[in-house]
């Protein structure tokens, strides 16, 4: 029984906490992969091929236990190498939004993804905004603090409360920004975040499409990683044409290509496929802002970076906004839950039916698009 309690309460606890790391680390060594000179166009088409690698490897295993999935058509194949190629622009505004930034930015960035995904939900009318509900005036009130204090982390940097270290390597030369002042690099690069994290909103739709039609999460990765090397090695060829710059050394620019491969594209679904089958998205989702701590510490200790006033203010405004969207859809699905009971119930039988079909419908989405 203890063990189990441990199972079930202690590990994912850890896990998710350790996946977060694992992100973070990810950033921190990329960044550090671009202060040494290495191009973000050379670090998205190494590290996706090298994803795809490890897939291909595991995919006789994935095959094997692939029986009975429906089959494989045309217009599958194209979604999925639409989401490959939207995939391709989140990867590099992200990758160059870190580095004219920081991975600090770039964590707190990260928790914006649930406002601009509740904001374009109602724009598209996939979901209907009841302005009475205590869930709909949590999410709207979480979405406006995220948007705002993601604007406060980029437009005021404010002092230093860690200054710079003097150690920390000086940055890229190849950068077409090098003329331009610290803050509008770091302006630009909070932008380019901005625009990556409202971007992957659209990439989940796609991805929950593919998923619900072919629901082999591993083959969909695999595809996706493929075509997404296939399309990023022409672009980025013609973007980094110089064939210097593609001589990966064994470095920190080569640890942070292979890191990235292993530890978040593969293991990093593998946990959180397996927290949210096990705990649910709403536990999942509560580690996130955990990243911002992560990031900003270990940007200071092993990057020298300075921490600046604004970008605490600014992360903890857009975690409290975090959290309350969080909360408005958790106590939304608490009400669903609740008319569902009442429409189950034969003490209610003037319920109608389509009500808990549409509950069945929204749950089965939820779980196809959080267990990707």
Same mark, same amino acid.
């Given at each position: @029984?203890?063990?189990?309690?441990?199972?079930?309460?202690?590990?994912?606890?850890? %896990?998710?906490?350790?996946?977060?790391?694992?992100?973070?680390?990810?950033?921190? !060594?990329?960044?550090?992969?671009?202060?040494?000179?290495?191009?973000?166009?050379?670090?998205?088409?190494?590290?996706?091929?090298?994803?795809?690698?490890? =897939?291909?490897?595991?995919?006789?295993?994935?095959?094997?236990?692939? %029986?009975?999935?429906?089959?494989?058509?045309?217009?599958?194949?194209?979604?999925?190498?639409? !989401?490959?190629?939207?995939?391709?622009?989140?990867?590099?505004?992200?990758?160059?939004?870190?580095?004219?930034?920081?991975?600090?930015?770039? $964590? $707190?960035?990260?928790?914006?993804?649930?406002?601009?995904? /509740?904001?374009?939900?109602?724009?598209?009318? @996939?979901?209907?905004?009841?302005?009475?509900?205590?869930?709909?005036?949590?999410?709207?009130?979480?979405?406006? %603090?995220?948007?705002?204090?993601?604007?406060?982390?980029?437009?005021?940097?404010?002092? $230093?409360?860690?200054? %710079?270290?003097?150690?920390?390597?000086?940055?890229?030369?190849?950068?077409?920004?090098?003329?331009?002042?610290?803050?509008?690099?770091?302006?630009?690069?909070? /932008?380019?975040?901005?625009?990556?994290? =409202? =971007?992957?909103?659209?990439?989940?739709?796609?991805?929950?499409?593919?998923?619900?039609?072919?629901?082999?999460?591993?083959?969909?990765?695999? +595809?996706?990683? +493929? *075509?997404?090397?296939?399309?990023?090695?022409?672009?980025?060829?013609?973007? &980094?044409?110089?064939?210097?710059?593609?001589?990966?050394?064994?470095?920190?620019? +080569?640890?942070?290509?292979?890191?990235?491969?292993?530890?978040?594209? *593969? =293991?990093?679904?593998?946990?959180?496929?397996?927290?949210?089958?096990?705990?649910?998205?709403?536990?999942?989702?509560?580690?996130?802002?955990?990243?911002?701590?992560?990031?900003?510490? @270990?940007?200071?200790?092993?990057?020298?970076? $300075?921490?600046?006033?604004?970008?605490?203010?600014?992360?903890?405004?857009?975690?409290?906004?975090? #959290?309350?969207?969080?909360?408005?859809?958790?106590?939304? &699905?608490?009400?669903?839950?609740?008319?569902?009971?009442?429409?189950?119930? &034969?003490?209610?039988?003037?319920?109608?039916?389509? +009500? *808990?079909?549409? #509950?069945?419908?929204?749950?089965?989405?939820?779980?196809?698009?959080?267990?990707?």
């Amino acid at each position: @029984m203890a063990r189990l309690q441990f199972y079930k309460d202690v590990v994912p606890v850890c %896990a998710l906490l350790a996946i977060e790391s694992i992100n973070v680390t990810a950033s921190i !060594l990329f960044k550090a992969a671009t202060l040494h000179g290495m191009s973000y166009y050379v670090y998205t088409v190494y590290s996706t091929a090298v994803s795809t690698l490890v =897939l291909l490897l595991s995919l006789p295993f994935i095959l094997h236990r692939s %029986a009975g999935l429906p089959s494989f058509t045309s217009s599958l194949f194209f979604r999925i190498f639409l !989401l490959a190629v939207i995939g391709l622009v989140i990867q590099l505004l992200g990758a160059q939004g870190i580095q004219y930034s920081s991975p600090t930015l770039a $964590a $707190a960035m990260s928790n914006l993804v649930p406002a601009f995904t /509740f904001i374009l939900a109602v724009f598209f009318r @996939m979901e209907k905004a009841e302005f009475r509900s205590s869930s709909t005036q949590a999410k709207i009130i979480g979405s406006t %603090a995220s948007i705002a204090g993601a604007l406060l982390v980029v437009l005021f940097r404010g002092p $230093a409360l860690i200054p %710079a270290s003097s150690s920390s390597p000086p940055p890229p030369t190849n950068s077409p920004l090098d003329s331009s002042s610290p803050q509008t690099k770091w302006v630009l690069g909070g /932008f380019l975040l901005l625009v990556q994290y =409202l =971007l992957l909103p659209i990439w989940y739709i796609v991805q929950t499409q593919v998923i619900k039609e072919y629901p082999a999460k591993l083959i969909v990765v695999f +595809l996706y990683n +493929l *075509c997404g090397t296939i399309v990023s090695a022409p672009v980025c060829l013609i973007a &980094e044409p110089g064939l210097s710059a593609w001589k990966i050394k064994p470095d920190i620019s +080569l640890v942070s290509i292979v890191y990235s491969a292993f530890f978040v594209t *593969c =293991l990093g679904i593998l946990i959180h496929t397996w927290g949210l089958h096990l705990k649910g998205p709403v536990f999942v989702s509560i580690f996130k802002p955990v990243s911002i701590a992560i990031a900003a510490a @270990m940007s200071v200790i092993f990057l020298g970076d $300075a921490l600046y006033l604004g970008s605490v203010i600014g992360a903890v405004i857009v975690s409290v906004g975090f #959290y309350a969207v969080i909360w408005g859809k958790a106590k939304e &699905e608490e009400e669903t839950k609740e008319n569902y009971g009442l429409c189950s119930s &034969e003490v209610q039988p003037q319920c109608k039916t389509p +009500l *808990c079909q549409n #509950y069945d419908n929204a749950e089965d989405n939820n779980k196809q698009r959080n267990d990707v």
